[in-house]
């Protein structure tokens, strides 16, 4: 089974400085995807990127970037100009490139997640 | 759209007493998903339906959890009977296509004292 580790449960950014969030994950496949969620003190989990596996193109939102290091297994994520609205926890997460129509699941593997702090 | 929907928000119930937890996924949204947060065990998907046909149960504690689909638009998520250890916040999520990824709604936190 899939597994997704963020090893960091916490950390902290000044405001309009760059963080980067880690995420490793441990899987068998070639093709997958991996995600980025925040979740505010509000409690909505919102998407925040998107990962193809097959891409080798790290893929960006905005202020948002991914670092997509395929063979290491390990997918961080990069926030820019760091704002007070991005506190939040950060969940990463896969699911497999095997659907449900090919027999596999849908289900998302998550993280435990990380807590980002933005210092005025 | 509205985004998916979750009631209640917030609720409080006594161990022992049967609790529903219901969900509006986005319209033509043919996957729905529960998910259970809690502290210790983070995110734990409990089941989700596609086409409102339950796929994958694996993931629900035990016999006193029950979720139906009747229909595109309405799920429930059903303990009974409640205990404490059920205490978590509940969510919802739907998607058209979950390689794309899913839409949160905003979940319920239950809590059972």
């Known amino acids: 089974a899939q597994t997704v580790t963020q090893s960091q449960p916490e950390m902290s950014v000044q405001e309009a400085e760059t963080v980067t969030l880690s995420c490793t994950y441990d899987?068998?496949?070639?093709?997958?995807?991996l995600f980025w969620y925040k979740q505010p003190p509000s409690r909505q989990m919102i998407l925040v990127i998107r990962q193809e596996a097959y891409k080798q193109q790290n893929a960006t939102e905005n202020r948002f970037s991914v670092n997509f290091q395929k063979a290491a297994k390990s997918f961080s994520l990069k926030i820019s100009d760091s704002q007070l609205g991005d506190a939040a926890m950060y969940f990463c997460?896969?699911?497999?490139?095997?659907?449900?129509?090919?027999?596999?699941?849908?289900?998302?593997?998550f993280g435990k997640g990380t807590k980002l702090t933005v210092n005025p | 759209d509205a985004g998916v929907i979750q009631s209640p928000r917030h609720e409080v119930t006594e161990m022992g007493q049967e609790v529903t937890l219901r969900c509006k996924p986005i319209?033509?949204?043919?996957?729905l998903f529960w998910y259970r947060q809690t502290m210790m065990r983070g995110l734990e998907l409990l089941i989700y339906f596609n086409n409102n046909v339950p796929i994958d149960d694996s993931g629900m504690p035990e016999d006193r959890f029950s979720a139906k689909m009747p229909n595109a638009s309405f799920s429930t998520l059903k303990i009974q009977p409640s205990e404490p250890r059920d205490s978590a916040v509940y969510f919802c999520a739907s998607s058209l296509l979950p390689s794309s990824g899913y839409t949160f709604g905003s979940g319920t936190r239950l809590t059972v004292v």
């Open positions: 319209s033509g949204h043919d996957y």
């Open positions: 997460a896969y699911r497999s490139q095997v659907g449900l129509t090919q027999g596999g699941s849908e289900k998302l593997v």
């Open positions: 899987t068998s496949e070639s093709d997958y995807y």
